[in-house]
């Protein structure tokens, strides 16, 4: 027996049916048939109010714990073994399995609990589009999700999935009709996202982590500078630039904004031509400013790369915090000295100390106005963090001992040449005259006191905010959270595989990367389920380290699928997989060592709970 909902009149009611099979006298096969045991009534007397109330409703009795006592007599307690009548006839296209996936349930489910489901949709008929926009998007982003390719790819793979995700007939030039509708409402759709999350996720703002990567283009043309239709010059996107990869392809720079849980707010796409703290205004504005109701205050958190200049300057007159580290051997004597000196740390233990000062200083914003603020510094030493240098430049300082040793045995190498040349003295005594002259003029000498400055401050860090009351540890701990962030940029040109990206249009290019970051954000609530349902496989130091890594999750969900047997039945694959299995259970998704009709598949859907 099964709780059956069916429309009469244009009224939805509740039964109890029995699923029987009878054998069609047209075509002599055996069909699926209906076959009422007890009408219970209309839906509208039942509804509590509540949304998805039909689809609780069968989820309650499927549980067997129905919301409505009326179906309780009705509970299958004793389920008899079902025997499946498949007919397979040689010769004919039902001896191939065409296994398909049905992962998408759970990606749609994780839409609808962040609203994009209803918004793009809202939006359709705002606008009069006039294709299925939602069913498009979501064949873009599933197909990143899980089978990253190209755009008239992905397009092919509307195949592969076992309910179609488009409903209208497809014309293949929508894909790039659906890549201007991304483009026209990403900020719209992050926006939406922030807002869910914040409602029904906690999300949490008041410290928001920023860093900017680069992406590399199939491209050999920088894109031209153009003016926009107001009239204003706008720099061309995919443009050649400092790649973080070192690639020599036009590259587009990306801001990347994360929560304090770990899971993006929101990307905004620059120039490859433009530096790092240039973004900082930009993304900020567009992002966190315009989600901020409240207009609260709150910290961003970057590296030494960011945290200056400009974006100090934006940070000063917004009345916004930062909190970023600084160079250590790019400072100053007086800073080294400091650092050095041990007066004023506090030893956590004999692994770890740490001190503070607060410093005046002074910022020059475009318009010549100086701004004038308080910085709090923080420098610390970690053996952790000492031995982890002494390991990455062993081979550094045992050339150099032996380069001393025995200097006109050594040729310095083209590779070594940079490394070496910031040591090399800018000047050298001549020793029978006396006279100081270029060390061009002579073989270049090291110089020592340099390099042993150097290696005392191995072992050492810095860090300074505006946050001058922050706790001293909680600068540390917070600014240790921004390595998530680096994990983030890893999934998307890895997992993801965002790169070389092929469109060629800034819209193009910025709906490409939103659906990256759309795509990264369910990957992120994806672990925060596994996280919540099972807290014994989480590491203190990195949120998502012990959990699955996205690279398990996109394999697992790829071994989600189902093929069909005979006329009627479906099976799926792979159930017995331990990472697919792990992920089904943390959403409350159960599966019995069943056949299924497609019907019954479809309802799984209503199984699946977010308890973030």
């Known amino acids: ?89 040689e010769g004919t296209d039902d001896c191939i399995a065409h296994p398909r996936l049905i992962s998408n349930l759970l990606f749609e489910k994780l839409l609808e609990e962040l609203d994009l489901s209803q918004l793009i949709r809202s939006y359709k008929n705002k606008y009069n589009i006039g294709f299925d926009v939602y069913g498009f998007f979501k064949l873009l982003l599933f197909g990143r999700l899980l089978n990253p390719a190209s755009k008239w790819a992905t397009l092919k793979q509307r195949g592969d999935y076992a309910v179609p995700l488009i409903k209208d007939e497809v014309n293949e030039y929508d894909v790039y009709k659906t890549l201007d509708f991304v483009y026209d409402h990403h900020r719209a759709l992050f926006n939406r996202i922030n807002t869910t999350m914040v409602k029904n996720y906690h999300r949490t703002t008041n410290k928001v982590f920023y860093d900017v990567t680069n992406f590399y283009s199939e491209t050999d043309f920088n894109d031209e500078d153009y003016i926009n239709e107001k009239g204003e010059e706008e720099k061309g996107l995919r443009k050649k630039g400092v790649s973080k990869e070192n690639r020599k392809e036009p590259i587009v720079q990306m801001g990347l904004l994360m929560d304090e849980q770990g899971i993006p707010i929101s990307v905004e796409c620059f120039s490859g031509n433009t530096l790092d703290q240039q973004t900082v205004e930009n993304s900020f504005d567009h992002s966190v400013d315009s989600f901020n109701d409240k207009k609260q205050r709150y910290v961003y958190v970057c590296d030494k790369g960011i945290g200056k200049g400009e974006a100090i300057v934006y940070a000063i007159s917004h009345g916004v915090g930062y909190l970023t580290s600084r160079t250590v051997r790019g400072s100053s004597k007086k800073e080294k000295a400091w650092m050095l000196d041990p007066e004023g740390y506090t030893f956590v233990n004999d692994n770890f100390k740490y001190k503070t000062k607060i410093v005046k200083k002074k910022v020059k914003k475009s318009d010549g106005v100086e701004l004038e603020y308080s910085e709090k510094v923080l420098t610390y030493w970690s053996k952790k963090y000492y031995e982890k240098e002494v390991a990455e430049r062993k081979s550094f300082y045992d050339f150099v001992e032996k380069y001393l040793e025995d200097p006109s045995s050594f040729r310095v190498s083209k590779t070594q040449m940079p490394v070496i040349k910031k040591y090399l003295k800018k000047d050298a005594i001549n020793e029978k005259t006396g006279e100081l002259i270029e060390y061009s003029d002579l073989k270049a000498i090291l110089d020592t006191e340099k390099l042993k400055m150097d290696h005392d401050l191995m072992g050492y860090y810095t860090l300074a905010t505006s946050e001058i009351y922050m706790e001293d540890q909680e600068m540390i701990s917070t600014y240790g959270n921004l390595v998530e962030i680096e994990d983030q940029f890893r999934v998307m040109k890895g997992t993801l595989d965002a790169r070389p990206f092929f469109v060629r249009t800034k819209e193009h290019v910025i709906a490409h990367f939103s659906i990256c970051a759309i795509a990264l954000i369910l990957i992120r609530l994806i672990q925060r389920q596994l996280i919540e349902k099972h807290p014994e496989l989480v590491d203190d130091d990195l949120l998502f380290s012990n959990i699955l890594s996205a690279d398990r999750i996109q394999d697992a969900l790829n071994k989600w699928k189902i093929e069909k047997l005979g006329d009627t039945y479906y099976r799926f694959c792979d159930l017995d997989d331990p990472d697919l299995d792990l992920i089904l259970k943390s959403f409350n998704i159960n599966i019995p060592r069943k056949c299924f009709m497609i019907s019954e598949v479809k309802q799984l859907k209503s199984q699946i709970e977010m308890s973030l």
Not at 16 to 26: A, C, F, K, L, T
Not at 34 to 45: E, L, R, Y
């Open 1 to 89: 027996m099964f709780l059956d909902i069916f429309s009469n009149n244009g009224s939805k009611y509740i039964r109890i049916s029995e699923s029987i099979r009878v054998i069609d006298p047209n075509t002599g096969k055996s069909v699926p048939k209906k076959k009422t045991i007890k009408n219970i009534g209309p839906v509208s007397k039942f509804d509590d109010g509540k949304p998805d109330f039909i689809a609780r409703l069968k989820a309650s009795y499927a549980a067997g714990n129905p919301i409505i006592d009326e179906l309780r007599p009705y509970l299958n307690t004793e389920v008899p073994e079902e025997v499946y009548n498949i007919r397979i006839c």
